[in-house]
């Protein structure tokens, strides 16, 4: 039997890798390049894809808004650019349809908040997250833990380095409750070795390794926790967007 029932719904698993609805049912977009960009950077691409007059492959529609996803040539070779909804749920839907639709080698580029002491705009490479979300489960088995591509990694590092940047791997915790990070919880996660917080790393990880896809992501901290008694929002990032894209577009490129 394909389908392990558990007391708690969110432990329940099902191995079957089809599904009622599978991606692409929709036929909106077409084949791609393997190389994808995926990023969580407000209206970044947008601007990016007007710049450099990024042909438009098609669009991903939610009850939400509708999402360009552009094709640009970059260093001699097709690269996807794609903004990323926030949210693990959000972000893992568009990224199921464009791995169906032929991305297999993936940055994936965001903010997130520093649970320790770290300056804003560090760039960071999460190597494990914690599955603090619900996404994540309908991709792999119940586990604490989902790690990322070494290789996508690896590709992230060589990137940093030519650029002069320090490359730090870090655990990053993937939550769901972007206001129950209670001081209490922030505390318990620093123990468990996270340094950093996000919304959507896990669950986009997890798609990725049961769908075959390489997937790493480029994080830069933005409001910091490292206080609990203080939630300092600093600047949110907003500094880092460009450059990070511009940093994702080399790591994928990397990826070989």
């Known amino acids: 039997m394909s389908l392990h029932k558990h007391e708690i719904p969110i432990l329940e698993y099902d191995t079957d890798a089809s599904a009622v609805i599978m991606p692409g049912h929709s036929g909106d977009v077409g084949k791609l390049p ?5 990023a969580f ?3 970044e691409v947008d601007k990016y894809a007007a710049r450099h007059d990024c042909r438009v492959a098609g669009w991903f529609k939610t009850i939400t808004k ?11 070779e097709e690269v996807v650019l794609c903004q ?13 349809e464009l791995i169906h639709c032929g991305a297999r080698k993936i940055i994936a580029v965001g903010s997130c908040g520093a649970l320790v002491d770290l300056p804003e705009g560090e760039f960071l ?23 990322l591509d070494e290789g996508a990694m690896r590709a992230i590092e060589q990137t940093l380095s030519k650029r002069g940047l320090r490359s730090e791997r870090v655990k990053v915790w993937t939550t769901d409750g972007f206001f129950r990070e209670t ?10 070795g996270c340094q950093v917080v996000d919304m959507e790393c896990a669950g986009m990880a997890a798609c990725a390794q049961m769908r075959g896809a390489a997937l790493g992501q480029i994080l830069f901290t933005a409001d910091t926790l490292a206080d609990i008694e203080q939630h300092d929002a600093r600047d ?3 500094s880092s967007h460009e450059p990070a894209l511009m940093l994702a577009l080399d790591a994928v490129i990397e990826m070989g």
């Not at 001081?183 to 468990?192: G, I, L, N």
């Open 34 to 38: 393997e190389k994808l960009v995926f």
């Open 41 to 43: 950077l407000q209206d």
């Open 66 to 76: 509708e999402y360009p996803v552009y094709v640009t040539q970059y260093q001699g």
């Open 84 to 96: 990323a909804p926030l949210g693990s749920p959000a972000a893992v839907q568009i990224l199921d």
């Open 125 to 147: 490479i999460p190597s494990e997250a914690l599955r603090d979300e619900g996404a994540s489960y309908h991709y792999l088995p119940p586990a604490r833990w989902v790690s």
């Open 183 to 192: 001081k209490a919880m922030v505390t318990h996660r620093k123990q468990e």
């Open 236 to 238: 949110w990032g907003i």
